[in-house]
Nanobody, 125 residues
Framework: QVQLVESGGGPVQAGGSLRLSCAAS????????MGWFRQGPGKEREFVAA????????SYADSVKARFTCSRDNAKNTVYLQMNSLKPEDTAVYYC??????????????????WGQGTQVTVSS
C-alpha cells in the first residue's frame, strides 16, 4: 500500500520560511516523479513544484519560482519543499503526490496517481 506522509506545515509570519517533507512508502521511490500541490481556501488545487524521478530536473509555478526549492533524497524516500519569503497568499493545504516516471506530465495534476493527506501552511501578515 502506497503511503505519502507530509510534515513540516504550521503557522509562520510573512517573510518567514518552512520546510515541508513527504515520506513515501510502498512504492519504488526512485522511479516516481514527486510533486507538490496546494489548495487555498475557496480555490482549486494547483501545481506548486515537482522534481523528476531522476532528480535531474525540477519545475515550479511562476508564483513560487525563486522562493521555493524542491529536492529529493532517494536514499530516504523523501521529497522536500523549502519555502522562503512566504507570503499570505501562500496559505493553503500542501499536498505531496507521486506519479510513475513522468517527465512531460510533471505539472499535470491528473498524472499523479498517489496523494498524501496534506499539511496546512498558514502565513500571517
Amino acid at each position: 500500500q502506497v503511503q505519502l506522509v507530509e510534515s513540516g506545515g504550521g503557522p509562520v509570519q510573512a517573510g518567514g520560511s518552512l520546510r515541508l517533507s513527504c515520506a513515501a512508502s510502498g512504492l519504488t521511490f526512485r522511479s516516481h516523479t514527486m510533486g507538490w500541490f496546494r489548495q487555498g481556501p475557496g480555490k482549486e488545487r494547483e501545481f506548486v513544484a515537482a522534481i523528476i524521478w531522476s532528480g535531474g530536473s525540477t519545475s515550479y509555478a511562476d508564483s513560487v519560482k525563486a522562493r521555493f526549492t524542491c529536492s529529493r533524497d532517494n536514499a530516504k524516500n523523501t521529497v522536500y519543499l523549502q519555502m522562503n519569503s512566504l507570503k499570505p497568499e501562500d496559505t493553503a493545504v500542501y499536498y505531496c503526490a507521486a506519479q510513475p516516471w513522468g517527465s512531460a506530465t510533471i505539472r499535470d495534476i491528473s498524472a499523479y496517481a498517489y496523494w498524501g493527506q496534506g499539511t496546512q501552511v498558514t502565513v500571517s501578515s
